[in-house]
């Protein structure tokens, strides 16, 4: 349930140590909590963990981490303060993040942090194609830059929210991962013509070593046709409850 506590003692946690980390997770129901250091809450800070799985194999590759705490007064905060906690995470010792961040995170959180996050374990932060400014945009870029000539991956993600998706996931060549928002799934489901062109696109970014997730899979048939359409990884509602009850050490060993 959102906001719900946790019943696990901090020593309950396996591999994850709370009283070095301040990370406690559990991995019956992809619980995660975090303590806030900007203090935006007086508890910690509840997200659910949604599994990242390969598309033919079935393997999860890793999890995004979804806040579930309801509106905050400021999505940078809680942004930000996630980045610190992967700074203070003791090497190896989480399973493959993606970290979804806002515009105005990204771009306030210092680099070196970024930089310190990725050396402790493997951490994808995504950032939207939708933001709307394109000062910000450019922005974005030439910090995407600069971190990943610093070994730090991200993601892009909700790519097909906009009008001006596909100029903007060019731009992104340091991207590791692009995740195709549901709606734009939807539409090629709808019609053989978009179809077409999304499987141009992942055929053109597997080529670029660049791979692709369908997210908002919710139905069965929605995972059947983006394993038709031959994406390299799914997530969403559908593929939690495929996954129910699946412990985090059940990963892929490549991830």
């Not at 600069?146 to 060019?170: E, I, M, Q």
């Not at 597997?206 to 048939?221: D, F, H, L, N, Q």
Request: charged share 25%.
């Amino acid at each position: 349930m959102m906001g719900e506590r946790s019943t696990q003692e901090p020593g309950e946690t396996g591999r994850y140590d709370y009283k070095k980390s301040a990370i406690m997770k559990q991995a019956n129901n992809h619980q995660l909590f975090l303590l806030d250091r900007n203090k935006t809450y007086q508890d910690p800070m509840p997200f659910f963990m949604q599994p990242v799985m390969g598309a033919e194999n079935g393997l999860v590759f890793g999890f995004e981490i979804l806040f579930r705490g309801g509106t905050p007064p400021e999505w940078s905060e809680i942004d930000k303060s996630v980045v610190m906690h992967l700074c203070d995470t003791p090497p190896d010792t989480l399973p493959t993040m993606f970290v979804n961040l806002c515009a105005k995170a990204f771009l306030e959180i210092p680099a070196q942090q970024f930089i310190d996050a990725s050396k402790q374990n493997k951490v994808y932060f995504e950032l939207s194609e939708s933001v709307a400014d394109d000062a910000a945009f450019s922005a974005i870029l030439q910090k995407i830059d600069a971190l990943s000539a610093n070994g730090v991956l991200f993601a892009l993600d909700d790519f097909g929210r906009t009008l001006d998706a596909l100029p903007r996931a060019f731009a992104l060549d340091a991207v590791s991962f692009i995740k195709v928002d549901g709606k734009c799934l939807a539409a090629a489901m709808a019609d053989r013509q978009a179809e077409a062109g999304l499987r141009a696109l992942l055929e053109q970014w597997r080529k670029a070593g660049i791979s692709s997730v369908a997210e908002w899979i919710e139905t069965p048939e929605m995972f059947a046709f983006a394993q038709q359409l031959g994406f390299d990884f799914v997530q969403g509602f559908h593929i939690d409850a495929m996954l129910n009850g699946l412990d985090s050490r059940d990963l892929d060993s490549a991830a």
